[in-house]
């Protein structure tokens, strides 16, 4: 690595980016379709009916019944815990309650509101799928657990380092946002490549940092163990349960219902959860958190829940956090700040549309890259890893089909056999699962096996027509399709079938643009390394 910073800065944006670029590739267009990850889950459960809009709050509802049997039933069943939660729900035949257990772990019931007794376990009509949230796990943890966060925060950092890299190396970035020269082979892709890059530059940095950020703690492990050394209880306990401490006298907990009134009254919206820390002590404490809803949403950032504290004897109140307030601690506001523009729980359709423009446009970004390193080798070899360049070579064409091509294939995949599966399916989420991740290994089997030119056109012409045939699929499977959710004003089903027809439209055409090498540029690159060895 010689030359002045420019050309150290573009050594390293080349081989951290290239060596990085199909984990990232992966990562962000996964992220990139969990942005739409509600609409993606109410697709893959055609059997769900959805649920009418809640009417406008009117004022304090009516819990007692409910609250009573809770009481009743943590009473007997958990009364030694350190925490119970009661989830109130006016109106509904049935309710849920929590708490935690001997080993810190939540534990749960759904109890009728009419007798209190706790309600068997139904079986659901509806298929058992991972929804969208599949895409959520694999972007932030690959499927594979810790390790994968390890490696998903690994692969972050180097993305950090290409992107830095690569707007010092870029001297006319502002001039490359309005550059692009069509048809003109190498010169294309680097003016594509540098067009997405610039245009979604802001929101790389942004959507990078701020998911390493929320991941603190696995990145970080010091933090947590140093708590638990320091207090002798686990982080799971630590994060969920009390955070006071229990007096050890005797106390007789206070009528709930009169609390939930007041903090209903306060928050203007139905509670969501009844928190009763320490029950039976004298330092009893009952927090009541309310329900965020779009309507409180509009025009605040933080997706917060309100939460009134109250004595848990006297009744008396301790303390109110109105909904979507930010923290008092600077550092916490800062990480609820990061963490709501990366989760984008705050969001409404309009934003969510534009995360999942800028995050296709840094998928294309990643995407052309790749392919660039290897359109400018196949017009001339630059020989990098002596007598085993062709080989590095066809690897990296390899991978670069699988990837881009591939991947987009699995996750087409992955809505077929939604679809495709038996529905009383044994664990029929993992098969799900199993059929994204056997699409993507033989999408690279198959690019190992045929020529480059070969293997993405007949990859993103796989991915079109999957695309393009899901909304028959639907029809043929369920009997649902695309006019009748337009009729029903199901925007979001309906949304994910016209969005894969659109996909499928832009894979055929890129399919369509392929075209293989040019036999002279080959036959005189095979030349300059024969002459390099």
């Known amino acids: 690595m010689t030359g002045g910073l420019r050309q150290r800065m573009a050594w390293l944006h080349t081989w951290v980016g290239l060596w990085v670029c199909w984990l990232a590739f992966a990562i962000f267009l996964t992220g990139t379709l969990s942005v739409f990850v509600d609409p993606i889950s109410d697709w893959m459960r055609p059997e769900q009916v959805q649920e009418p809009a809640a009417a406008p709050f ?65 079986v659901s009509a509806v298929r058992d799928t991972l929804g969208g949230q599949h895409f959520v796990e694999f972007h932030h943890a690959l499927h594979a657990g810790t390790t994968g966060l390890w490696i998903v925060g690994a692969a972050s950092v180097a993305m950090l380092v290409a992107l830095i890299s690569g707007v010092i190396t870029h001297k006319r970035i502002f001039k490359d946002f309005f550059t692009f020269r069509p048809a003109k082979g190498q010169r294309s892709w680097l003016d594509a490549h540098n ?41 799971n306990v630590r994060e969920y349960g009390p955070e006071s401490k229990p007096s050890g006298r ?66 008396a109140l301790r303390e109110t956090e109105m909904p979507h307030r930010a923290p008092p601690n600077g550092a916490r ?12 729980h705050f969001a409404g359709s309009v934003i969510r549309w534009i995360y999942f423009v800028a995050g296709m446009a840094g998928t294309m970004m990643m995407a052309t890259g790749a392919v660039l390193f290897m359109v400018k080798r196949r017009q001339k070899s630059l020989n990098e890893f002596g007598a085993g360049t062709p080989r590095v070579y066809r690897i990296i064409d390899v991978l670069n089909v699988a990837t881009v091509a591939g991947l987009s294939l699995a996750c087409i995949g992955f809505l077929w056999s939604n679809r495709l599966l038996p529905h009383d399916l044994v664990e029929r989420h ?27 056109r007949e990859q993103l012409w796989a991915g079109a ?69």
């Open 58 to 122: 009117a004022g304090p509802l009516d819990h007692t019944q409910q609250l009573q049997h809770g009481l009743r039933f943590l009473e007997q069943h958990a009364a030694n815990s350190k925490m119970w939660e009661l989830w109130p729900r006016a109106g509904k035949d049935e309710f849920q309650v929590f708490w935690l257990n001997d080993k810190g772990y939540y534990a749960d019931a759904h109890l009728s509101t009419t007798t209190g007794a706790a309600l068997p376990e139904e």
């Open 195 to 235: 067009l997405a890059g610039v245009l979604t530059l802001p929101f790389l940095f942004m959507i990078v940092y701020s998911g390493l950020a929320i991941s603190w703690s696995t990145y970080m492990p010091a933090i947590p163990w140093a708590q638990e050394l320091r207090t002798g209880e686990t982080a």
């Open 465 to 533: 027509v999957l695309c393009v045939l899901l909304p028959l699929l639907n029809v043929l499977t369920t009997g649902q399709h695309l006019l009748a959710y337009l009729a029903q004003r199901d925007i979001e089903r309906a949304a994910v079938e016209l969005t894969a027809i659109v996909i499928g439209a832009l894979l055929a055409a890129a399919a369509l643009r392929v075209r293989s090498p040019d036999p002279r540029k080959m036959a005189s690159a095979t030349a300059m390394r024969k002459a390099a060895s």
């Open 430 to 456: 993992e098969w799900e699962v199993a059929a994204f991740f056997g699409v993507w290994l033989a999408a690279l089997l198959h690019a190992a096996l045929r020529p480059p030119a070969q293997a993405w």
């Open 250 to 315: 005797r106390g007789v907990l206070t009528s709930l219902n009169p609390l939930v009134h007041i903090a209903e009254a306060t928050f203007h919206s139905p509670a969501y959860a009844v928190v009763v820390n320490h029950p039976g002590d004298a330092a009893v404490t009952v927090d009541v958190y309310s329900t965020t809803s779009p309507e409180t949403q509009a025009g605040n950032l933080l997706s917060k829940r309100g939460v009134m504290q109250f004595d848990g004897v006297t009744g």
């Open 333 to 344: 506001a800062t990480m609820a700040t990061l963490d709501e523009l990366h989760r984008l």
